[in-house]
């Protein structure tokens, strides 16, 4: 076994790799970028290498700084995480010309899966079924447009080289499929500098099904099993669960077969993912067809983990070392059901627009270490409280994974977990993954990609938390905080009490655009009311310890966690959670004055293109400039009709977050 490694990432995979070569009595060497030099990961190695800049290209993609860095520190072996330099077949080379093992399969394999096209096609001779679609060489827009015809939309373009849904887009008609091909093929060279693409055929229920492998230098291969990983967003995952709801002994072990036919084909060795899409066969079972091969360690990992009761990692280290594989085939076994949520800095009613920000306040529902634990959900995570969320890289904030007996007790636990996990600084997609789990397409197992679509009504016009119950959490957060500072003496009181009448305290809060009033009056015999408009409710609180406090509002018997970080307040309850603040009046003076026409830059980025001109009539809705920012594309709308005044960017400058992009005028005063 190795005495030392180096881990070629950042975040919670270098802090999950970095857990088992602890607990394995293996050294690690951390690396990092400037903005990553009071990272989590860089403390929980036992040494750090710097690397270079901000931004991936000038550091973590930076290889022959990582394999130097391997060398002077006496690493014997590089782990590559996932991502960055993962599936990088000159990376592995090097690190073999290095005398460096890199823990993974050999540069071959990696080449062999790394093109989406020429996998697919080792697969065609292979006799593993595939979509019907174009993978050839030709990636001329009218050849590509030309084959898009012949397939038949709907139709799916994808980038060759990559994954995790950049650079892929379903196109539904011929008009729009030049537009999407660019953004592709730009989307791809950014995220792998490869603009090569694919075109399939869009299966229209399609469910995301994949196999992890393992192989070793003895040539021994097997599957532990699959997951579903079919509800996305964007073409990028965000919830998977092991097994595959609805899936049949003889489908799984045929799929099982496939999957290890693929890996030895190869030559594979280390951990690896065979993706399937999969739909219905018209007998009740599945259909699936060969998708793509991840040569890597896959995100959703903790699942198979929970279901089989191993860690991934020690068997990649034991491999990678020269071990032969823990287990065979027929000694593998699942129990129970496990689903992973992915917590993003994100804003799904935005379009999933990622978020950029500081975590005020990150509280974990019962958290364990990186082994398995039957009953305590398990967090994954590389950021913690204080820490922030940059757009340099991904805005995955964790992974909260969850065990059960079956897949309904294993939904109520996700439930649970997510009910506990509180965030606050920036927004997230916690909410919006408490409505997934509790739908009903997703309580059924109703699966498909296109799930959230599906259930849009549900989980995007969802209705708020009362305004009464928000306005009881901060009321009571406040009583608390007051308490706390009280002398004890009558005349340090602060609870409104008067010699003669009540006491009103009135507070002004703004809640999603909304002003708020509620009024706190104490009556002249002690009790307290709680006034919002013409309604009054008894109102009691008392403070459980930290951010907790059991409230009483009328009828209602509330559980209410309430953090306040500056003027802003964060208020989670069983039936949801609410973002507010101190609403002031003076600072909303110039509210309504000539903004309209300002379109600004949603998050920090990079303008990639502007779609109209100055001088240019467009249409509320028209797509106007396209920006990237955190390895994804986005594209900036007219809020109303108008006319394009002038442009106030370049295509390629950086642009920092509320940055003006350009200006739109009403049509009247063009």
Partial sequence: MFKKILIANRGEIACRVAATARRMGVRTVAVYSDADAQARHVRSCDEAVHVGGNAPRDSYLQWQRIIDAAKATGAQAIHPGYGFLSENEAFAKACAEA???????????????????????????????????????????AFLAAEAARIGYPVLIKASAGGGGKGMRRVDTAEDFVEALASCQREAKSSFGDDHVLVERYVTRPRHIEIQVFGDTQGQCVYLFERDCSVQRRHQKVLEEAPAPGMSVERR???????????????????????????????????????????????????????????????????????????????????????????????????????????????????????????????????????????????????????????????????????????????????????VVASHAFATADLDTALIERERPALFEAPPLAPEVVAAGVAAHLLAVEAALEDHDPWSRRDGWRLHGGAHRRLSLELGGQTLTPTLVRLHDGATVLQLGSQRWPFTTRAQGGAWHDVQLGDQRLTLAVYAHEERYAVFCQQGSALLSDYDPIAHAGDGAAEGGRLTAPMPGKVVSFLAKAGDRVQRGQALAVMEAMKMEHTISAPHDGVVEELLYGVGDQVAEGGELLRLVQPSKA
């Fill in 99 to 141: 005398g460096i093992v890199f823990i993974g399969p050999p540069a071959s394999a990696i080449a062999a899966m790394g093109s989406k096209s020429a996998a697919k096609a080792l697969m065609d001779k292979a006799g593993v079924p595939l979509v019907p679609g174009y993978h050839g060489d030709n990636n001329e827009p």
């Fill in 253 to 435: 072990a045929e799929m099982g077969a496939a999957a290890v036919a693929a890996a030895k084909a190869v030559g594979y060795v280390g951990a690896g993912t065979v993706e399937f899409i999969a739909e219905p066969s018209g007998d009740g079972d599945l259909r699936f067809y060969f998708m793509e091969m991840n040569t890597r360690l896959q995100v959703e990992h903790p699942v198979t983990e929970a279901i089989t009761g191993l860690d991934l990692v020690e068997w990649q280290l034991r491999v990678a070392s020269g071990e032969p594989l823990p287990l065979r085939q027929d000694q593998l076994q699942m129990r129970g059901h496990a689903i992973e949520a992915r917590i993003c800095a994100e804003n799904p009613d935005a379009n999933f627009l990622p978020a950029t920000g500081t975590l005020h306040v990150a509280r974990w529902p019962a958290h364990v270490s990186f082994e398995r634990s039957d009953e305590q959900p398990r967090v994954d995570s590389g950021v913690g409280e204080g820490d922030a969320i940059s757009p340099h890289y991904d805005s995955m904030i964790a992974k909260l994974i969850v065990w059960g007996e079956d897949r309904a007790q294993a939904l109520a636990r996700l439930s649970a977990a997510l009910q506990a996990t509180h965030i606050m600084g920036l927004n997230t997609n916690v909410a919006f993954l408490r409505r």
